[in-house]
């Protein structure tokens, strides 16, 4: 993941009404430290928003997974060798 932007995952935010679970990102955050320790921030965008960004995105991944709002998205850095 990019270590030179401030937002390296981003979820979509919960629609107004609407109540994200906060195993949700607990979870994302549990994995995400095992690797990249040094992110901590995590940033949240409208829905509309998210799905603006989806469509320039590299790479898109579906997976069967059924989390409500588990929707990420990753921003990719150098990798180093």
Do not use: W
């Not at 549990?30 to 040094?38: D, F, V, W, Y």
């Not at 989806?54 to 997976?63: D, E, H, L, Y």
């Amino acid at each position: 993941m990019d270590s030179y932007v401030d937002y390296p995952l981003i979820m979509m935010a919960p629609v107004e009404g609407d109540q994200l679970d906060e195993r949700v990102e607990a979870s994302y955050r549990e994995r995400i430290e095992k690797t990249h320790p040094h992110i901590t921030k995590i940033q949240t965008i409208n829905r509309m928003e998210f799905y603006r960004r989806t469509q320039s995105a590299a790479a898109v991944v579906m997976t069967g997974g059924t989390a409500k709002y588990g929707n990420i998205i990753l921003k990719k850095g150098v990798t180093p060798l």
